[in-house]
């Protein structure tokens, strides 16, 4: 694992094997541009060839997690096939990577995550979050499907019922709600998430590595079972990105602002 080929996660060696990675770019909220979105697409990979880690832990950097994709991305993809075929494989392998890891990942989410930030915060194998973080998916609010993740893992972490209405709503939940809901597996006081993120780290670490990692494998059995459905999604979403509601759904956000969706306009009967 080179760290040097990563310019917007940073890395820090701690004792017993724990590498904790933090998304680096807080004057964004760290939202992920194209190469912060590449660098969590294939970090897992690395991860789970490096002979160095045991346990990963991920955070964000300032105040937030990730408000998800960077705007000014979205705007420069919409429409352009190249780009979003070159999304979709990315979406993909961040999904995958983080699967097929062989080492446990947890997730600190020390702040709000939206987006591709909820990927990796949730896609997690334990998730530590602050009671007053917020947690999204807000796609359809954006004008795209729901295609990161969502439609194969909610409705395995809430139920069907609660997946449904969060993602075809995009309302936002928070963290003590979600773990209410069981969606993550702990909510604490922010000043607590990375601390008891860490502690969790070093039980993992200082366990038998075989028994954690072959459980984690056959727990993620369930994700790939669901692995149809999360491509079908993801190809929905990057459909949208053709369309013009996504468009105006990034001006809106950008604007702050409600959406005028060219889908929503004209008659209904």
Known sequence: MDEADYHQLKFERRDNGVLLITLDRPEKL???????????????????????????????????FSAGGDL????????????????????SDMVYNIVNCEKPIISAINGVAVG??????????????AEDARIGDGHVKLGVAAGDHAAMLWPLLCGMAKARYHLLTGEMITGAEAERMGMVSKALPRDQVLGEALRVA????????????????????????????????????????????????????????????????GPTA
């Not at 000014?72 to 919409?78: E, G, T, Y």
């Open 116 to 129: 591709a930030g909820t990927v990796v915060a949730l896609m997690a194998d334990i998730s530590i979050c």
């Open 30 to 64: 760290n939202a992920a541009d194209e190469q912060m979105h590449g660098e969590l697409a294939r970090v897992w990979a690395d991860v789970s060839r490096d002979p160095r880690t045991r346990v990963a832990v991920v955070t964000g950097a300032g105040r937030a």
């Open 72 to 91: 000014a991305m979205v705007q420069r993809q919409a429409g352009d096939y190249d780009a979003v075929s070159h999304m979709l494989g990315e979406m």
């Open 202 to 265: 070093d039980l993992l670490a200082t366990g038998s590595q075989p028994a954690i990692r072959l459980t984690k494998r056959a727990l993620n059995n369930w994700l790939k079972l669901a692995g149809p459905i999360f491509d079908q999604s993801a190809a929905y979403e990057m459909l949208c990105f053709m369309g013009p509601d996504v468009r105006e759904g990034a001006a809106a956000i950008t604007e702050k602002r409600p959406p005028h969706f060219p889908s929503a306009e």
